[in-house]
């Protein structure tokens, strides 16, 4: 596994629209790391899922999510990918870095968002990892529509989890 600097790297992410997991894709192929998507098992579709997905991701639940393939233990790096609920990260990333706090080496963020800055997300990632992290990108709707911005926004993230 080349990753960086000689390192192994796993891309976590929970996608619910796509936009998480395009991001996560990307820096996964970028780093040649490993990749696992989180499955929720609460059922998220629809109209009132909606409102219970915002509501669980404001009142910080947790939720069951289907058994993981990789453990964090084996790896250097750790990059999560999430997006914003209700200005909040997802239950399915809560619940993730709730389980493995205590497995992870370092930890870096993806953020996606309709418009909530990534800042505002960062520090509940950092109290449930009990790290800070090696580097984190934000990137809201608009960035993703604009391919040029998002190219240049990836590759800053990408760069700075090289060093």
Aim: aromatic residues 8%; glycine residues 8%.
């Amino acid at each position: 596994m080349l990753a960086v600097k000689g390192k192994k790297v796993l891309v976590v992410y929970y996608s619910k629209a796509g936009n998480t997991e395009r991001v996560a894709k990307d820096v996964a192929s970028a780093l040649h790391a490993d990749i696992e998507k989180l499955i929720d098992k609460k059922n998220r579709n629809g109209l009132w899922a909606f409102f219970g997905a915002g509501r669980d991701a404001m009142k910080k639940n947790r939720t069951g999510l289907e058994p993981l393939q990789k453990d964090p233990a084996n790896y250097d790096l750790v990059v999560l990918g999430t997006p914003v609920w209700a200005g909040n990260i997802t239950p399915a990333i809560r619940t993730y870095l709730d389980m493995n706090r205590d497995k992870l080496k370092n930890t870096a963020y993806i953020i996606t968002s309709g418009s909530t800055p990534a800042e505002k997300v960062i520090p509940s990632c950092e109290e449930l990892a009990g790290k800070k992290p090696m580097a984190y990108a934000g990137f809201t709707a608009e960035e993703l529509k604009d391919e040029k911005l998002y190219r240049e926004k990836l590759a800053g993230f990408i760069e700075k989890l090289k060093k």
